[in-house]
């Protein structure tokens, strides 16, 4: 198995919309035997002091999300605008941002669990993975440990994909890495598939639109630039990703999140944890 704790993102993660504020938090890759299934692991741990809260702010992925912790297994749903969680206390999760081709084996229709979090019967998973995260050993190996238990029992649960899984697949990695998609009409010829077939793909395997697939990709674009580049004006992060004009991507950015651009580039300032 790859040395995960060497593989660490050091880059804010994408999709976090205030890094400054995240509590010790990776990503890992997958091991090879779920590579389909699963597009990387993620753990946060967290230990604050009393009466002190960490809300972490997210534009999540058009994916849904499989969650370990300490209480409980979550399925989390594909999300139609920003969302948050207040950490308190000390805790600790063990998430599997999921693939396509593993929604379906997991819930029947992911459209249905749009901006919910489920809990889930999967005791075994639960156990392993809780089992592994409260071992002896350093951060990293407890990490590699509870990767090693949750992938097992991925690999046990879940056949390997078919040709529509995979072409699933295929279709959210294209509209989420490139940056040339920016309508419906670019990813069908980018996949040479109908926009009928496209539609129906996204809804049995992500639970969204196409084009709120498409939409969320750029936002999440448009939230990194504002963040990291505070020297450059809004109007020419607009126009560099395609967007039609400044108000174009503040009207979006206002609906999605409930921010405006020069607000939240403002609030995005490095920053500790707050009360």
Request: hydrophobic share 40%; proline share 8%; glycine share 6%.
């Amino acid at each position: 198995m790859e040395r995960l704790e060497d593989s660490r993102q050091k880059t804010a993660p994408r999709g976090i919309l205030y890094p400054a504020r995240l509590p010790t938090f990776d990503r890992f890759p997958p091991p090879e035997a779920v590579a389909q299934l699963v597009r990387w692991f993620w753990i946060p741990e967290w230990q604050l002091q009393p009466g002190r809260t960490s809300r972490q702010h997210l534009i999540a992925f058009p994916a849904s999300n499989l969650v370990v912790e300490p209480d409980l297994v979550g399925f989390s749903g594909p999300t139609t605008r920003s969302s948050y969680r207040d950490l308190t206390g000390t805790g600790w999760g063990v998430g599997a941002l999921l693939r396509p081709a593993a929604v379906p084996h997991l819930v029947a229709d992911p459209a249905a669990l749009r901006d919910t979090y489920q809990k889930m019967d999967f005791p075994v998973l639960h156990e392993v993975v809780c089992r592994a995260m409260s071992g002896p050993g350093d951060a990293p190996a407890r990490h590699r440990d509870a990767i090693e238990a949750f992938s097992t029992w991925l690999a046990a649960e879940i056949p390997a994909p078919d040709q529509e899984a995979l072409l699933a697949n295929r279709m959210a990695d294209v509209i989420d890495t490139d940056p040339s998609i920016r309508t419906v009409k670019d990813a069908t010829e980018r996949l040479n598939l109908s926009a009928r077939s496209l539609q129906r793909l996204a809804s049995r395997y992500v639970g969204l639109s196409p084009l709120t697939m498409i939409r969320r990709r750029r936002l999440q674009e448009a939230a990194a630039r504002v963040r990291a580049e505070p020297g450059t004006s809004l109007a020419d992060v607009a126009a560099d990703l395609g967007y039609s004009d400044h108000a174009h991507l503040a009207n979006e950015f206002r609906s999605v999140l409930g921010l405006t651009l020069s607000g939240y580039r403002q609030e995005a300032e490095p920053e500790a944890v707050r009360d």
